[in-house]
């Protein structure tokens, strides 16, 4: 099976940010293109694996295929939090928050939890749009490929290992969570939101 490979996308928010530095970015891009570079090298190797040997137990394909999809998630969640940060932070209009409105108790209520499940997360905390049930869900991971809900569509993704804060906070995530909405340019979100839709209707 031919791999095409992957090739890290830039980035405008790799630089200082309002209380996030520009080490912590710049370190943090780093991991982003390692994961980038393991999903190419961990296909290379699927390619040529032997498949006859594959074992629940233990087979070299089932630890390709597991470190796969932890370094394709590392990819695709790294994606996500570096698209939509360097905005003015605030509070999101349109549609975002017509239905943050809808599917939780209000913005407050949902920016709470939110918080309080970038605390409880070891790894990532997404606002993602489930399309069995047509809402917007708060879903949080342990690491990149852990905790998925089937049929959801990350919009909003927070990063909240340790990497993505330490150099500027130490152990206080709670302040880095707040330079997260303050950086966060809601009209990613939207844009986010928006293809989640039109995905909907063409699966309707």
Do not use: C
């Not at 905005?87 to 920016?111: A, C, N, S, T």
């Not at 939110?114 to 997360?121: E, T, W």
């Amino acid at each position: 099976m031919p791999w095409k490979d992957l090739s890290a996308k830039t980035f405008a928010s790799i630089r200082e940010l309002s209380g996030i530095s520009q080490r912590t970015q710049e370190e943090h891009y780093e991991l982003y293109k390692g994961y980038v570079n393991k999903v190419n090298e961990i296909q290379k190797k699927l390619d040529s694996v032997d498949r006859a040997a594959a074992n629940q137990i233990y087979s070299e394909y089932r630890a390709l295929r597991t470190d796969l999809s932890f370094a394709i998630g590392g990819v695709k969640n790294h994606e996500t939090y570096f698209a939509h940060l360097g905005g003015k932070g605030g509070q999101p209009g349109g549609r975002v928050m017509e239905l943050i409105q809808r599917d939780f108790p209000g913005y407050d209520q949902w920016l709470a939890d939110f918080k309080a499940a970038g605390l409880a997360a070891r790894g990532w905390v997404w606002l993602a749009y489930d399309h069995d049930w047509n809402v917007l869900t708060t879903a949080t991971g342990d690491a990149q490929n852990t905790f998925p809900i089937w049929n959801a569509t990350p919009i909003l993704a927070m990063d909240v290992y340790e990497h993505a804060y330490w150099l500027d906070y130490g152990r206080a995530r709670a302040k880095y969570i707040d330079a997260f909405f303050n950086n966060l340019d809601w009209d990613v979100v939207a844009q986010n939101l928006d293809r989640a839709l039109a995905m909907q209707q063409v699966h309707k």
